[in-house]
């Protein structure tokens, strides 16, 4: 592993994948929109969108120098396209967009060894995919930032951004974690980071298609986060 710093959608795979299975904590489905809903955090970090109405606008249309981050501002619509509805809903592209997110960051974290790639089989037959740790990666670190983080309140914004993103996507150490001010802290930082509600939106929207017995579209097919 080199020394690039990690960017927001590759911090919550890391938080988000057993080490040693390679499995993730949370359902397949849930982690590709948490990764889709990074990427959104990550852009307005470094000030190349916005939130206005629930919808993403893109201020600063130049490349950013991460080329995935690149590829996913330039999948938005250019600013003032549309009118009074410019840009995107936000919900809604990371319910579009998770499953594509979260194979290229997986991609790019086993290209550069941060994480290894074991095909199994279920039931001898249908493939799917682990991704343990890699040799030095940065896992254990990022998941100490997060602690580190989370004990200090989460006082910078990139530490609340994953906690919210982290909370969405139901890591059951983060949504169970801590005492009762500190989850309640969590739900609330959720509702205050706009991306991690777009992730939360998708999520509860599942889980209602489950619970009723219908399809959504979106399922958890598992994707390339693993099949459970």
């Not at 397949?28 to 629930?54: K, P, S």
């Not at 598992?222 to 459970?228: R, Y």
Request: contains cysteine; aromatic residues 4%; charged residues 25%.
């Amino acid at each position: 592993m080199t020394g690039t710093a990690l960017t927001l959608p590759e911090e919550l795979l890391l938080l988000a994948l057993d080490p040693v299975r390679g499995k993730p904590y949370c359902r397949g489905r849930f982690l590709e929109y948490g990764v889709a809903g990074a990427a959104l955090a990550e852009l307005e970090l470094q000030g190349r969108i916005a939130e206005e109405r629930g919808r993403v606008v893109v201020v600063n249309p130049l490349d950013p120098p991460d080329p995935l981050l690149a590829v996913f501002l330039r999948g938005l619509p250019p600013p003032g396209k549309g009118g009074f509805l410019s840009g995107a809903s936000a919900r809604r592209w990371v319910r579009q967009a998770g499953r594509r997110a979260g194979g290229l960051y997986l991609d790019a974290l086993v290209e550069r060894g941060v994480l290894r790639r074991e095909t199994r089989r279920f039931l001898g037959l249908l493939p799917y995919h682990r991704h343990p740790a890699g040799p030095g990666s940065p896992a254990e670190q990022v998941l100490r930032g997060y602690e580190e983080s989370r004990a200090a309140g989460h006082p910078d914004r990139r530490g609340r951004m994953l906690a919210a993103l982290a909370a969405a996507v139901e890591l059951p150490a983060v949504v169970r974690g801590g005492d009762r001010r500190a989850r309640a802290a969590t739900r609330t930082l959720v509702r205050e980071e706009w991306p991690a509600q777009a992730v939360h939106r998708n999520v509860r929207q599942d889980k209602a298609a489950r619970a009723g017995g219908g399809g959504s579209g979106g399922g958890d097919g598992g994707g390339n986060g693993g099949g459970d």
